[in-house]
C-alpha cells in the first residue's frame, strides 16, 4: 500500500505545482479590478478617407494604407483633400486596427466645434493590415520606413496652406509607438518631422516575448539611438503612458523610455495617476477610454501656439502642459500657471482676517449669500512658531483662482498678491494645496478668494498650519519571507486634515500589499469623505480611492517599477482625512498561513480614526505577481526540463540498456540543483574583472539574469519557483501527449496495417532524401515555419505508426505461449505420433516460425525506440511552438508574398530537416551502438544549463539549443 502512494506522489505534486501555475494565470487573466472606463461614442457615423499613395509606395507596400478621419459634415469638406488643420498621425500597435482613431479624431471634433473652429486636427492614420509585430519583428523596419513616406504625404496636404505645418504629431498605440521613435534612426530622417510623440501601452524598455532576433536587433538600434543621441534629440517630447494593473499584456515598468536623464524631455506615467481619470486600463481600452481620450484631447489643444495656429516649438511649454494634464492637474490653464502680480480693485469685497491655526468655511444657504467678492487672510505664522506647512483645501469651489499670496497689505486690505491656484492640485473631489512656508517667507498672508460666482454651488474650505514632521510616520513592510511576531503601538493626538504613512523597505515589484484602511469618527456633521492615495515618488504611477466615514476600504499596494539605485525615496500612503477623527497607530506583524507558501505577515497601522492593515500575500499576490512578470520565461524552463530527461533516457539506454519513461526520466533528472547554481555561480564571478575579460574572450554573449536585475524583476528563489513550475508543466504534458498518441494510434490502426519494428534497416534511404528535399524546397520557397511544421507532421506519423506497432507486438508476445511449454507440447505430440495415435493436425497459432517470429527483446527494443521518438517529439512540439508566430504572420501575408523575408526560422528549418531525415528511421540498436550516445546524454545537461543562461529573456535561442541537441543526436546514430 505504501509503495502505491510513493508512486503517485510524483504526480500529486506536479499537480499541485500545474495547479499553482494555472490559478496564477487565471489571475493575470481574469482576476483583476473592474472597468472603470467610459465608452467613447461618435456623435456621427465615422468614415476613413482613403489617402492615395504615390504608386511607387503602393507597389513596394500592397498591404499597407493612409486614411483621414471623418464624421459628418466634415467628411464632405475634407474629400478633396486640402487639409486645413494641424495633422496629428495615429499608428496602431500589434495587430492593431487604423479605425482606433476614431475616439480621439471624433473628441477632438467636437472640441473644435465648441471653440467655433478657431482651429481643428486633422486625424490620420495608418492602415498596417494589423500585422503581428510583437510576434515577428521582421515588419518593423518595412513599418517605419512606410511612416516616414506617409509623413511627407501628409504635409504635401498642407502645400497651399499660408501656415502651413512643418511636423506632425504622433500617437502610437503598443508597438506603433515604437515604430514612432524608430523613425529618427532612419538615414534621411529629419527631426523636425515630428514635434510630439504621445505613446499608449508602448513596451519601449524591451519586448514582451522575444520570439525571434529582428525584435531584439530593432529595440536595441532604437533604443541606443536615443540614449546616445539624446542631446540631438531634446527638442523632442514624448508623452509614455502606461495601462496598470489591468493590462496584462504589456505590464507598466516596460512602457518607461530608456534614456540618461540628462534632458527632461519625457514623461512617464500610469493611467492609475492620470488626473480626471485615475483609473487602470487593459491593453485595448487604453485607446477608447474616455476619460484618457479627453485628457489626450485637452492636452493636444492647450499645445495649440495660437499666433501660428500649430503646435508650439516651446520645449518648457510642451512639458508644462502635458505636466499639468497628466499629473498635475489644478484646474486653471497651464499658460496662465506663471506667477504674476495682481491687485484687487473690487472695492465691494469683504475681507476678513483668520487669527486661528486652523480653519473651516461652509458656505451658508443660498437665500442667506450676499452676491459679493469675499477675501480670508490667513497670516503667516512667525519663524519661532513651530509650523512647517499650510495645508488647504476645498471642494465644489468653481472658479479656478481661489488661492493667493499676499506681498503688501494695507489696513487688512491686500494691495499686491500673487496667484498661487497654479500649485494647487486635483486630487479627487478636492483641490489641495500643501505650501511649505520656509518658500513662501516673502508674503505676509495666505488670502482665500470667494468670487461671487461660487453661489451656484454648496461648497466648503478647510487649511490648517501644521507641522510636517508630526504629520509623518513610518513602518517597515514585512518580509516576505520573514517568520515572528512583533507589536508596536504609537498613539498621535492629532484631529489633523493630513497624514502621512512612509512604508519602509517597500521597493520591489515582487512585493505586494493589502492595505485595509478603517475610518471611526465620533462626531460627524453632514456627509464627510477621506481621499487615500498610494503615492510612488521615482515615478508617476500613483493610485488614488475615495470613500465615504465611517467606513472599511482597501488598498492593493504594488509597484510597476523598482527603485532605481541612485534613489532612496520611500513610498507613502497619504490620508487626506475629516478632521472630527481622531487616530492611534499600531504596528503589528503577525504570522499565519498562506495559499500557497505558507506565510502571512501583516503590519497593522492604526490611527485612531483608521485602523491601516498591511497584508502580504505570498500565496495569492506573488503568485499573481510570479505569473504576471516572470510567466514568459516558463517555456525556456520547460524546455530545459525536457532536455534532461533526454539526457537522462540516453544515459540509462548506455548503462542499463534500456530507455526510461518520459515522466520517469523527469522526475530523476529535472532537479534545479543542476541547473540554477551554474548560473549563481558565473553571476558572481562577472563581478571580477579577471572573469569578464574571460567571458569576453569566448564571446558569450550577457547572461539574462543580469538583464533582469537592469531591470528589477528579479528576486531571491524565483529561479527555482520557474524550474519547478517548468518540471510540472513538462511533467503532465508528457501524460496528456501519452494518452493523445494512444487515442489516435487506434484511429491509425484502423486505417494503416501495423508492422513489426525492425531492428537493422538503413538511417538513410530514398523516401528520406525525398522528404528532406521536398522541405529544403518549402524552406526556400515560403518560409522555415511551414516546413518544420510540414516535417513535425510527417514525425508525428511515424511515432503513430510506431505506436501502433508496439501495441500489436505487445499483443502478439502476450497472446503466444511460453518457449518452455511449447518444446513440451511439441513433446508430447510426438510421443502420441510414435505410439501410432491419431495427431491432429497444428494449429497454426503454434508453429515454430510464429514462436520465433517475436521475442521479449524485440519487443523491449521497439519500447525504447518509441520512449526516445516521444522525447523528440517533445522537443520538436516546443520549436514549432517558437516558429508559429512567424507562420502566423506569414500564412496572413500568403496573398501579397509567398516568401516570408526575412524569416526569423529559416536556419532551424534547414538543421532540423536534415536531422529529422535521420532520426526519423531511427532505432534503439542503433543509438546503444553510437560512439557518441554517453557524450550526447551529457550534452543535455550542459544544453539545459546554457538555455538558462543565455534563452530566459532571449526566448528566440531555445530553438537554437534544442536544433544543436537533435543534430547532435542525429550525428551519434551515424557514428
Known amino acids: 500500500m505504501a509503495g502505491g502512494w510513493r508512486r503517485w506522489l510524483p504526480a500529486i505534486f506536479q499537480g499541485f505545482l500545474l495547479t499553482l501555475v494555472s490559478l496564477g494565470i487565471w489571475d493575470v487573466l481574469f482576476v483583476y479590478e473592474e472597468n472603470k472606463c467610459s465608452m467613447t461614442y461618435m456623435f456621427e457615423y465615422p468614415e476613413y478617407i482613403k489617402i492615395k499613395l504615390p504608386n511607387k509606395l503602393t507597389s513596394k507596400y500592397p498591404s499597407y494604407g493612409l486614411y483621414l478621419y471623418g464624421e459628418g459634415d466634415s467628411v464632405e469638406a475634407r474629400k478633396n483633400l486640402k487639409a486645413t488643420g494641424i495633422p496629428v498621425l495615429f499608428l496602431p500597435g500589434n495587430a492593431g486596427s487604423y479605425r482606433q482613431v476614431r475616439s480621439l479624431g471624433s473628441v477632438a471634433l467636437r472640441k473644435a466645434e465648441n471653440i467655433h473652429n478657431k482651429f481643428h486636427f486633422d486625424f490620420f492614420s495608418i492602415d498596417f493590415n494589423e500585422e503581428l509585430v510583437a510576434l515577428y519583428g521582421g515588419s518593423l523596419e518595412r513599418q517605419t520606413t512606410f511612416v516616414h513616406a506617409c509623413i ?78 539624446e542631446k540631438e534629440l531634446r527638442n523632442i517630447t514624448i508623452l509614455s503612458m ?111 482676517e483668520i487669527k486661528t491655526y486652523k480653519w473651516t468655511y461652509n458656505s451658508p444657504q443660498f437665500s442667506a449669500w450676499e452676491p459679493k467678492a469675499t477675501y480670508f487672510l490667513l497670516p503667516l505664522p512667525s519663524e519661532r512658531e513651530p509650523y512647517s506647512n499650510l495645508y488647504c483645501r476645498t471642494s465644489n469651489l468653481e472658479p479656478s483662482n481661489w488661492i493667493y499670496g499676499c506681498m503688501k497689505i494695507n489696513q487688512s486690505v491686500c494691495q499686491e498678491s500673487i496667484d498661487l491656484t497654479g500649485e494647487a492640485e486635483l486630487l479627487k473631489m478636492y483641490k489641495i494645496v500643501n505650501f511649505n512656508l520656509n518658500e513662501y517667507r516673502s508674503f505676509s498672508h495666505f488670502i482665500i478668494h470667494i468670487s461671487k460666482a461660487s453661489v451656484n454651488k454648496r461648497f466648503n474650505i478647510e487649511c490648517e498650519f501644521l507641522t510636517a514632521k508630526s504629520r509623518l510616520m513610518s513602518t517597515p ?44 469618527c465620533q462626531i460627524i456633521h453632514g456627509k464627510a469623505e477621506d481621499v487615500y492615495r498610494f503615492h510612488v515618488p521615482w515615478s508617476h504611477e500613483d493610485f488614488v480611492v475615495t470613500t465615504s466615514v465611517p467606513s472599511s476600504t482597501v488598498i492593493f499596494a504594488k509597484l510597476h517599477r523598482a527603485r532605481p539605485e541612485n534613489d532612496s525615496s520611500v513610498p507613502e500612503l497619504q490620508l487626506h482625512t475629516a478632521r472630527s477623527c481622531r487616530y492611534e497607530v499600531d504596528n503589528r506583524l503577525l504570522l499565519a498561513i498562506s495559499d500557497c507558501f505558507i506565510i502571512l505577515l501583516s503590519t497593522h497601522v492604526t490611527l485612531p480614526s483608521f485602523s491601516i492593515t498591511y497584508l502580504i500575500y505570498p500565496g495569492k499576490e506573488i503568485k499573481r505577481k510570479l505569473i504576471r512578470f516572470h510567466g514568459i520565461y516558463l517555456p525556456m524552463y520547460v524546455v530545459a526540463n525536457i532536455l534532461l530527461a533526454f539526457g537522462r533516457q540516453l544515459m540509462h539506454l548506455y548503462s542499463e540498456g534500456h530507455c526510461l519513461d518520459f515522466n520517469i526520466a523527469l522526475n530523476a533528472a529535472a532537479k534545479p540543483y543542476k541547473v540554477i547554481p551554474f548560473i549563481n555561480l558565473a553571476v558572481f564571478l562577472l563581478r571580477y574583472d579577471w572573469f569578464q575579460e574571460m567571458w569576453s574572450l569566448l564571446m558569450l554573449p550577457e547572461i539574462d539574469v543580469l538583464i533582469l536585475n537592469e531591470r528589477g524583476s528579479s528576486y531571491p528563489m524565483i529561479a527555482i519557483l520557474l524550474f519547478l513550475f517548468g518540471t510540472a508543466i513538462a511533467y503532465w504534458n508528457g501524460i496528456f501527449l501519452r494518452l493523445l498518441l494512444k487515442q489516435l494510434s487506434s484511429l491509425w490502426w484502423i486505417f494503416h496495417r501495423p508492422r513489426i519494428v525492425k531492428k537493422e534497416h538503413r538511417l538513410l534511404n530514398f523516401q528520406s532524401y525525398g522528404v528532406m528535399i521536398f522541405l529544403l524546397f518549402i524552406t526556400w520557397t515560403t518560409c522555415g515555419a511551414a516546413a518544420l511544421m510540414l516535417g513535425y507532421v510527417l514525425y508525428l506519423l511515424k511515432v503513430l505508426s510506431l505506436q501502433s506497432s508496439v501495441r500489436t507486438m505487445k499483443g502478439i508476445l502476450n497472446l503466444a505461449p511460453k518457449q518452455e511449454d511449447m518444446k513440451k507440447l511439441a513433446k508430447e505430440e510426438g510421443d502420441k505420433s510414435g505410439k501410432g495415435e491419431h495427431t491432429p493436425k497444428e494449429p497454426e497459432t503454434l508453429s515454430p516460425d510464429r514462436i520465433k517470429l517475436l521475442s521479449v527483446s524485440d519487443v523491449d527494443d521497439a519500447v525504447d525506440t518509441l520512449q526516445i521518438h516521444i522525447t523528440i517529439l517533445h522537443l520538436l512540439s516546443w520549436i514549432i511552438l517558437f516558429s508559429a508566430p512567424s507562420f502566423i504572420y506569414w500564412f496572413k501575408n500568403l496573398r501579397y508574398s509567398r516568401r516570408l523575408d526575412p524569416d526569423p526560422c529559416g536556419f532551424v528549418a534547414i538543421t532540423l530537416v536534415f536531422s529529422m531525415g535521420i532520426l526519423i528511421n531511427s532505432h534503439s540498436t542503433s543509438v546503444k551502438r553510437s560512439k557518441l550516445l554517453k557524450h550526447t546524454a551529457r550534452l543535455q545537461l550542459l544544453l539545459a544549463i546554457a538555455m538558462a543562461a543565455f534563452g530566459l529573456v532571449h526566448l528566440y535561442r531555445v530553438p537554437y539549443f534544442v536544433t544543436f541537441s537533435l543534430v547532435f543526436h542525429a550525428f551519434g546514430c551515424l557514428v
Open 477 to 520: 513592510v514585512t518580509n516576505v519571507l520573514s517568520l515572528g511576531a512583533s507589536i508596536n503601538r504609537i498613539i498621535i493626538n492629532s484631529t489633523g486634515l493630513v497624514h502621512k504613512i512612509q512604508l519602509q523597505d517597500f521597493n520591489q515589484i515582487y512585493q505586494a500589499f493589502k492595505i485595509r484602511v478603517r475610518s471611526q
Open 242 to 352: 502606461g495601462g496598470g494593473f489591468r493590462d496584462y499584456q504589456v505590464r507598466s515598468g516596460l512602457t518607461t523610455v530608456p534614456s540618461l536623464g540628462l534632458y527632461n524631455n519625457t514623461l512617464n506615467v500610469v493611467t492609475s495617476a492620470v488626473p480626471r481619470a485615475w483609473l487602470s486600463t487593459d491593453h485595448l481600452c487604453i485607446v477608447w477610454c474616455k476619460e484618457l481620450v479627453l485628457a489626450t484631447v485637452r492636452a493636444f489643444f492647450d499645445l495649440v501656439d495660437h499666433q501660428t495656429n500649430q503646435i508650439t516649438t516651446d520645449l518648457e511649454r510642451r512639458m508644462s502642459v502635458l505636466h499639468h494634464h497628466f499629473v498635475n492637474y489644478s484646474e486653471k490653464d497651464s499658460e496662465d500657471n506663471l506667477e504674476s502680480s495682481i491687485s484687487f480693485s473690487d472695492s465691494s469685497a469683504t475681507w476678513s
Open 152 to 229: 511627407k504625404v501628409i504635409l504635401k496636404l498642407y502645400k497651399d496652406q499660408k501656415t502651413a505645418p512643418c511636423s506632425v504629431a504622433i500617437v502610437g498605440h503598443s508597438m506603433g509607438g515604437i515604430v514612432a521613435r524608430a523613425l529618427f534612426t532612419l538615414p534621411n530622417f529629419k527631426p523636425t518631422l515630428i514635434s510630439l510623440i504621445i505613446t499608449q501601452a508602448t513596451p519601449h524598455v524591451a519586448p514582451v516575448l522575444l520570439v525571434d532576433s529582428y525584435l531584439i536587433d530593432f529595440y536595441t538600434t532604437v533604443n541606443n539611438y536615443w540614449i546616445l543621441k
